[in-house]
Structure formats: C-alpha cells, structure tokens
C-alpha cells in the first residue's frame, strides 16, 4: 500500500515542555488512523505538524511533499476549535469555503450527507445547536471533496445518533480512496472506525496498530466486577478456578467467559452472599491504553458491558 | 481558482457577516454623524470668534472623512483578526488555496465599500449642516483615491494590531490608542499653526497627515498643498501597509 502521509522523528518543543516527542508514523491511501490520547497529549500538535500550520523538527511529507507545499486542494481540515463566521449560513458557508478551491461540493448535496436539514442549512451558523455546528463544521472540511482529511475531534459535541451517522460518513469516505486522519476523545470512535490507532501520551507516540490487535495484545482478560462489600472467602468464591482481585466494595474475577456468569451467581447465591451488581466487561482499547501508559483515559467512552445483572 | 475568485468569496463572505451585525453597522454610519454634528453644528467654527475652531468650516470637511478613514479599518480589520485566531479560522484557511494578501484585501475592499458608503453620507451630511459649498468634479474624481488608498493602508496597520493583541478587548484597546493621538495630531481638527512650532515637523510622521492634506486640497480652496503629491504618498504607504498587513495575518498558532 502506497502510503499517503509520513512522519519520523517529529519534536515540537514549548519552551521546556515537549508536546511531540520523536514521533514517528505513517498512513497508507485509503486508511482510517485513529490517534487518541487525553487533553494535553499532543493530539492537535501533531495535526498542526502534519498540515503544516505549525513548524516542527522532523521530515514529515503529505503525498511525497513537505506539508506547507502540498496542493492545498488535496487536502481537507478540521481543527479542533474551529468557528466558522457566525452571522452566515451554513449554506453560505459551504459557498465560502468552496469558492476557495478550484471545484467544491454543492451545499445542498454536501449538507444533507453530514445530516444538516435543510431547515437548518438557511439558518444563522450561531443559532444552531452544538452537535448542527460540527456537522457544518465537518462539511466545511469536505467542501473540497479532499484526498486525505484531518479530523481533529469531529465529533465533539455530537449526540450518539449524530455521531453514529457521521462515522457512517467516514467509513464511506474511506471506501471511495479517501485517506483519513482523525484524533478523538473517543475510544469507542476510533475502535469503530480506525484501521489502526495510535497511543499518544505525553507527546509520545506509545504504540501503533489495529484496535482489536492493541486489545488482544495488551487489553488484559475479560472480567466480572461485583458490587459488594463481602469478601472472596464470604462468596463462596475461593472454590472456583479464578483469579479473585478484591477491591474497594467489589470482587472483580479475570478470565471469566460469558458462559460462566450463571455459575458464578449460583455460588454467590448458595453461599448467601449480598451483591448490588455484576457487570461483565470485555477487554477494551481503554484497557490496552492503561496497561501501555500506566494513565487512565478520561475520554468519552460508551460501556462497553456487555451484560449487566443487578440484583 | 484564480486570486480573483478566491478573493471574491472571502468579500462575499465577510460583507454578509458585517451586514448581520446589526450593531456595527449602525456605529459605523452613527460614530462619523455624531461627529459632525457635535463639531460642525453644535460647536461650530466662527474664524471671527466664539467657536472652538479658527478655520471655515470647509477646512474641517477633510477631518470628518478621516475619523471614518482612520477608525473603522482599525477596529475592524484588528478585531477581524482577533475574532478569527479566536475561532481557529486561519488555521482553517492556511490549509486552503487562500493566500494572506487575499485574505486582507477582501477585509480591505469590504472596509472600501463601507467607509465609501459612509463617506459619502458624511460628505452630504456636512454640506447640509455645516453650509459649505465642495466642487463636485473634483470630489468625484480625486476624494475617492484618498479614501480607498486610506482605508486600504489602516487596514493593513489593522491587520497588525490584530497580531500583536491577543484578543478583541486588546486590539479595541490598542486600536483607539493608536487613533486618537493619530486624528488629532495630523491636521485634521487642530491646524498646525495651533500645536507647539518643535512639534509641527511630527505631523509629518502620521499616515493620516497626508490622506487629510489630500482630501483638502480637494475639498477645500485654500488649502496649502496639492492632491497629486499627497496622492502619490498615500498609494505608496498603502501599498506598504497592505503588503505589511498581509505579512500580519496570522498563518496558524
């Protein structure tokens, strides 16, 4: 695979604070990368370097040319605090940006694909809702139908059902060639979308790969959390072939699969032990992100339970 | 996509966000009216006695224009900038085809337009008020240079305002203390005959020195200097000042 942007060894430095530490990636054509991290990481850095709005040590190259040089009509952007001209309407807007550009997407067409009514597309950018503005923000950064498209944060702000349909958008975008670059708060975003993520903390790029391998490798066991305040031995639960960790006022079990959860609440019940709740959780991409940095992401994230009994 | 069109759409695009903003737009034409009528009709010029001013009121014309020409590029191009580093808006533009000289020279023709507009009004409004009398051949073809190369180059000192403050309190701030000093020592309300005889030769430090003597060689009959000259003055610092602003603009961080 050709690849469509390359960066090694990129540091930018803020007096004595490293905000990209010897970073080093690539993307190939037609790749969703997912880069995630909390605030402070280094995440819109490192957009900023790559579309070369800020000036970094390191090569970096965006279709084989140093960023600032790229034919900006290859390219789409989104930075992450970004306020279009708040008095003009989202289809003013799209008829902004894209007169910017040698050809553009038509309004009409380009809203409703990232979900705007059309009610809402005559309306004043300022008067819409929080999640209405992102999408017009989102449709700004593909007024130019772009081959490769920065996205940082694209769905902050954006209720589930919103953000489902843009990752819908995205993952089309994907298919047809484009090549996407997208930083998120959102482990379940980028474990949905991203081909491959990457770990950012710190500045440093920890590791890089595809969701489900970062989770088979470091996302740990599967596991039952129990919500009580009894301990292993009350439970019944030194019997049973587990690992047992006792934490404040839960029990959380490693290694149990689906199908043991019935026996497991059997021994609890024979043993009259009291619990408020059980909640199996599959290893997650936030699990693997703890064990690689030793930090807890503090993101937004769905549950990823995936069953829940409550007593 | 040529200069052109790319320049057209970032006109079209901030004269619909200047018109939406209902506030500015009344202060724009209000600030400049005030003006006059405080100055040309309250206080009034009496040359015999009485009035604040020493001059006809012809001699006062060429200052009204500058208040527009001097004040409303600043804090609207400067807080133009503020607004737009505040919202991420030219790191958004600096990954499109749009150039920083493009950029300013739309904010400038949008200032034109206005100030054009508003000039005229205050042109009108100052013959009614203050009785004076203004060629009309001459105003038509000279007045019009003086105010698109003014606007054009505080535009650019705008743009530099708004660099250098870091928000739309501070190029407020920073733009009227750079003003005020500016319109009242550049002959415009206070002759040079009135300020002290070491400071006259400061006068020609200001910009807006020539933009007056300029629109009062036209406006009025005994003024001292000439238009080409001062013309040929004014162009040469907008074109300065333009190139200077566009450097301004801000890329990204």
């Known amino acids: ?55 970094v040590e390191g090569a970096i190259s965006v279709f084989d040319s140093p960023p600032d040089e790229i034919d900006s009509e290859r390219i789409g952007v989104l930075p992450q605090s970004f306020r279009p001209p708040s008095r003009l309407t989202p289809t003013e ?12 997407r038509q309004p009409a067409s380009l809203l409703a694909e990232v979900g705007l009514d059309t009610e809402a597309a005559d309306q004043q950018y300022e008067t819409l809702s929080g999640g209405q503005k992102r999408r017009v923000c989102v449709a700004i950064a593909l007024v130019n139908d772009p081959e490769i498209l920065f996205l940082d944060e694209p769905t902050t702000g954006i209720d589930p059902a919103g953000r489902r349909s843009l990752w819908s958008l995205f993952e089309e975008l994907a298919t ?14 980028v474990e949905r979308l991203a081909d491959r993520v990457g770990f950012l903390s710190e500045g440093k790029l920890v590791t890089v790969g595809p969701p489900s391998s970062l989770i088979d490798t470091h996302g740990g066991d599967s596991r039952l959390i129990i919500d009580t305040s009894e301990t292993p031995e009350r439970c019944g639960l030194t019997e049973v072939d587990y690992r047992v960790k006792p934490q404040s006022n839960q029990l959380i079990i490693e290694g149990v699969s689906p199908q043991d959860i019935s026996d497991i609440i059997m021994t609890l019940n024979s043993a009259g032990a009291s619990f408020e709740s059980l909640v199996w959780k599959q290893p997650s991409l936030e699990d693997a992100y703890l064990a690689l940095t030793g930090k807890r992401f503090e993101g937004v994230s769905d549950q990823h339970d995936q069953e829940s009994v409550n007593q | 996509m040529s200069t052109l069109t790319r320049t057209q759409a970032e006109f079209i695009a901030a004269w619909h966000a200047f018109l939406r903003r209902r506030t500015a737009v009344f202060f724009t034409f209000f600030f400049p009216a005030i003006i006059v009528i405080i100055f040309g009709a309250l206080i009034q010029t009496q040359p015999t006695g009485g009035g604040l001013f020493t001059e006809p009121s012809g001699y006062y014309i060429a200052g009204y224009l500058a208040v527009v020409i001097l004040f409303t590029p600043l804090s609207r ?24 000289m493009e950029w300013l020279l739309a904010q400038s023709l949008v200032n034109v337009l206005i100030i054009g507009i508003a000039s005229v009004l205050l042109l009108a409004l100052s013959i009614v008020i203050t009785d004076t009398t203004l060629p009309a051949i001459s105003l038509l073809l000279f007045v019009p240079p003086f105010v698109v190369s003014g606007v054009i180059l505080f535009c650019g000192v705008g743009s530099i305002i708004g660099r250098i403050a870091d928000s739309q309190d501070g190029v407020i701030a920073a733009s009227n203390a750079l003003a005020l000093p500016l319109l009242f020592l550049s002959e415009t309300f206070i002759p040079p005959a009135l300020l002290p005889r070491w400071f006259r030769p400061l006068l020609e430090l200001s910009p807006l020195t020539y933009v007056v003597r300029g629109i009062r060689a036209v406006t009025y009959t005994d003024a001292s200097t000439g238009v080409i000259p001062n013309l040929a003055i004014v162009m040469t610092l907008a074109g300065g000042g333009l190139l200077l602003g566009a450097l301004a603009v801000p890329q990204a961080e």
């Not at chain 1, 799209?94 to 040698?102: F, R």
């Not at chain 1, 047809?176 to 975003?189: A, N, P, Y």
């Open chain 1, 93 to 104: 807007l799209i008829n902004y940006y894209g007169g910017l550009y040698e050809q553009s």
């Open chain 2, 77 to 100: 191009v400067g807080s133009t900038v503020a607004r737009h580093r505040e919202g991420s808006r030219f790191e958004k533009l600096a990954t499109t085809p749009l150039r920083r």
């Open chain 1, 1 to 55: 695979m050709t690849s469509a942007l390359a960066a090694r060894d990129v540091i930018k430095s803020y007096d004595s604070v490293k905000a990209l530490d010897s970073v080093s990636l690539s993307v190939n054509i037609g790749e969703i990368f997912g880069l995630v991290g909390p605030n402070g990481a280094g995440k819109t850095t490192l957009v900023r370097a790559l579309t070369g709005t800020t000036s």
């Open chain 1, 176 to 189: 047809s060639g484009t090549t996407l670059f997208l930083t998120s708060h959102s482990m379940d975003e």
